[in-house]
């Protein structure tokens, strides 16, 4: 055994020796013994897709809108949370790994990853995270992407503060009752209440001010989705309720929440409401809701159906124009995709997603499906945010 | 023996969270409810609370109006109103008993549901076994007054392995709390 | 965060404390609340199926061939190698993990579970194994359930002995060109290997002598599958090929390898042969047959095709009398299953599965089919061997 | 410039493995064979070596019967006789290069494919690009001469990640030796 590990290791080098030598390209050699490389990816790119498997997968794969292809995989490990700096040079992933896989010591870091060449750089210990797959707001960066918010809970809730220049944990604060992270520039962050309210973190060196809004929204009678949209740009953020009401929040340190307004009426039809038996059209899937940032135009995933169907897949995806409150679009689509999201750029493309591990490409502006992409995952879809 | 009172807890607790006008009381109680959770399924229920009117909305929701009391293997067994993963009872365990080398959480989160046997809601105690990898069978999820992560006990997404000596998710159970 | 840590943590002992009260039964009481309990195994018992998930899967469940349920599940991470205690007391477990999931440090162990609580009793630490998944040739155990074979590869062969009753490892022996271990009862071990002999491997205390049969198959025309079926009453394994060629050996000191018969001429067909273009009924799968060691039977998946089809799906299901030389059934079956496992009682049940992750328990007597079972797993299948 | 020698390596090689029959000399060509695989890749054929008339029985299986040499995406791409996984060309990377993060197996196990276009064989490395999860785009099985694990190299259920700092297999590629 010994003899031969010697002998490997003898090949191990043969092969990095050879890979220097000159390519011959003379006619008389056709089969030329080729060499093994490694690609290089591209810095994030405003028509990417970051998909994630289904559950339990390790993986977020990378689709080019355009062509429908993969270009790639960022290793997001079971229930971690992936976030892309916002200067294109890192991917984060806050994850919990054990010991041994199932059992041992728990670990929870933030990994960091190079965006071009996906190599492992370095790890960041924190002091525990959520566990729980499907969520965007667990793990939020400032918009200039030197503080990352990752969301605690074990069972009490509390929001770690990392300092991603200096590469370190700095400190958590606890948030009993609110979950749901939207960062707040200039102010640290802001998160949903389990009272209605919209609670604000104003982080001051070692000390924060915690204040909250008034309510605003009943949590147990007419939820918002945790799957919060923010736009850097216009510091705004993005609530969709269960029965489709749907406000902005202008971010501050006392944000302006907007009068709700229903994305049922703005299509002309009744509003919808929380009683059962009565059928509407509702929102539903895990990542209901995609924001189209340099539009203003919020496409949700849409189906027929009862109260408490929150997590039903859809069968049409609504495009509302927020500023006019108005309908603008609705795309029918197969498949009960649970998931959406939309490209920030000008060719605003979606991408669909769901329970068979299947994606679906669509154009927002034709509703034409572009691509099909077996098994490109099952879960949350991320893109690049315009900085 | 400790009585279960349905209007200091249970479903007027949780949306007393939501409907309260005290900011601190709130918080403080919701904390409570946290960690309180755990406690819930081990409190009798008497039946003349548990006698009580059908409390709406939740019971005419479609999973009520459907729900059977016949077969804990099935997702539409009337206590899963608001489960998310595969059901132990097909797992070699039961409708509160873990399979064999998993390890019930202490804490859960729950469900109000409607037995359609009396009308009445009850209190259902979700609690996830651990330690084991997913046993993929029986898999539901039902979402009746399931709501978001700052509702924690009352999402069915988040892996309540909290307390076990391992997180790893195998299946979960249904455990009666009482009337609701 | 702390103080909610300590509520919680008197949750904990609260919960603890009142699991001792006894439930109150009286009239007034129906809406008792339950109490948190786990369950208890029998021994392994005869009529049990261990089915391996899909790739990648951590686990294996565990199917009663009689009601088609599930009655618990052993945890075998990825790609490990799971075996039966003769004696029914344990599960060992031969695993591979790093420190990091995917990263990190190596670490190869047995994992040893109580088969009752199917609790971890204790890892016992050993030099290394081959890591792939669907092979039952890999880790096998002594007929007294005392010694373990572990194959290694790294990638140069060799074979870990451990000591199951002292629960530690002993020794590797090297075995360049060999693999596919099968026990031989009061010698040590045989393994096929590439020069077309059996390899028997003499362990004696720290020393061993390593014997080869005559040539008797070709490794790389007609290849014998590694899955080799072992009795242990019998002291005899089985060997089937891709072209369909049966042998049975007599294991021992020197192994008597029998004449191959042809498992078409036993059905009145002509044999089948290793050139393509030729259609005729073949072997395949990954697990493509299945002995049922008190009848002498042996069960093949079967497909029509051309040679080099050996991973193809199961058209149907042959029963091969093996001391009669004849095909005595024909079953056909659904779904192209790719694994099969016969039960060791006279129920002589069979289950097959697939790339679909569903199972298929079938009555060798009757074809006819007891159970479909979705999400089964799709992976290799085990049962409890008669000791 | 080294040249490969197909009478003394690659398929010959392969067959000598199980036909020889001094027991010594096989067993220890067998350990050379093992560890001499990740050397093949690097050592260009010439044209006359490579233009052997097409030698069968591999010739006329159904995967070289209905391959292709345009789309190697596809799973029947003419390289891909023997491939077991997901393709590099399908997951960021390409015939012979792993995507951005992946790390290449310096040792691998190999197939020998026809290349329809001019009705050769040649021997195909499939090397593992190893270090992260598993792509999942493009699944193949191809097993034309694919064996058992007593002849590891030809066979493709094994993780092939030997010598890299992860073995986490994440998908394979399929590198042109030589002629066969």
């Known amino acids: ?387 | 023996m400790i009585r279960f009172n349905p209007d200091a807890a249970g479903e007027k607790l949780l949306r007393r969270l939501a409907g309260g006008t005290s900011r601190r009381g709130i918080l403080s109680r919701l904390g409570a409810a946290l960690v309180a959770a755990p406690v819930f399924p081990l409190l009798p229920v008497s039946r003349a609370e548990a006698a009580k009117p059908d409390r709406s909305p939740e019971a005419k929701t479609a999973f009520a109006r459907s729900a059977q009391t016949k077969d804990d293997t099935k997702c539409d067994y009337w206590r899963y109103c608001a489960i998310d993963g595969s059901l132990c009872t097909c797992c070699g365990g039961g409708i509160h008993t873990c399979p064999a080398g998993s390890e019930p959480s202490p804490v859960s989160w729950v469900g109000s549901c409607i037995n359609p046997d009396d009308g009445k809601a009850y209190m259902i105690a979700y609690r996830d076994c651990c330690g084991k990898p997913t046993c993929g069978q029986c898999g539901c999820d039902n979402i009746d007054r399931e709501t978001q992560l700052y509702l924690p006990q009352l999402n069915n997404n988040i892996i309540w392995c909290f307390g076990t000596s391992s997180m790893e998710y195998h299946c979960s159970t249904a455990m009666m709390i009482g009337a609701a």
């Not at chain 1, 490389?37 to 591209?42: C, I, K, L, Q, R």
């Not at chain 1, 190079?114 to 667990?138: M, Q, W």
């Not at chain 1, 060196?205 to 945790?226: H, K, L, N, V």
Request: glycine share 8%.
């Open chain 1, 1 to 387: 055994m010994t003899r031969l590990s010697m002998v490997a290791r003898v090949a191990l080098f043969a092969t990095a020796a050879v890979a220097f030598v000159a390519p011959v390209m003379a006619e008389n050699v056709i089969a030329e013994a080729e060499e093994a490389s490694v690609s290089t990816m591209e810095a994030p790119k405003a028509n990417w897709f970051y998909v994630r498997g289904g559950w339990g997968s390790a993986g977020s794969s990378i689709f080019d809108a355009g062509t429908g292809k993969m270009v790639g995989m960022v290793s997001t490990s079971r229930d971690s949370d992936l976030a892309i700096d916002p200067d294109g040079k890192f991917y984060y992933v806050a994850e919990t790994m054990w010991s041994k896989v199932n059992r041992g010591t728990r670990m929870d870091f933030v990994s960091v990853y190079d965006s071009k060449s996906l190599k492992l750089i370095t790890e960041i210990p924190t002091p525990g995270r959520l566990i729980v797959g499907g969520f965007t707001t667990n793990f939020v960066l400032s918009d200039d992407g030197k503080t990352a918010y990752d969301y605690n809970f074990d069972p009490a809730s509390s929001v770690n503060i990392i300092d991603m220049a200096k590469r370190k944990f700095v400190r958590a604060i606890e948030l009993p009752g609110c979950a749901s992270l939207i960062v707040n520039p200039g102010v640290g962050f802001s998160a949903l209440c389990a009272d209605g309210t919209l609670a604000t973190v104003a982080v001051k060196g070692a000390t924060q001010e915690i204040t909250r809004s008034a309510e605003f929204f009943d949590a147990a009678a007419d939820p918002i989705y945790s799957n919060v949209a923010y736009d850097r740009k216009k510091k705004m953020a993005v609530l969709l309720s269960y029965t489709g009401q749907v406000r902005t929040v202008a971010m501050g340190a006392a944000p302006v929440v907007s009068a709700p307004f229903s994305i049922q009426e703005a299509g002309g039809m009744r509003a919808a409401d929380v009683k059962p038996l009565d059928i509407a059209w509702y929102p539903g899937g895990m990542q209901p809701s995609a924001l189209h940032r340099p539009s203003g135009t919020l496409w949700v995933l849409m189906h027929k159906g009862e109260y408490w169907s929150h997590k039903e897949g859809a069968e049409e995806i609504w495009g509302l124009d927020l500023a006019a409150k108005k309908l603008i679009k609705r795309i029918p689509v197969k498949g009960h995709p649970r998931n959406i999201e939309i490209t920030q750029d000008d060719a605003a493309m979606i991408m669909v997603n769901g329970m068979e591990n299947n994606a679906t490409i669509i154009d927002s502006k034709t509703g034409e499906v572009k691509h099909e992409i077996e098994n490109a995952g099952g879960g949350l879809i991320s893109v690049v945010e315009p900085k």
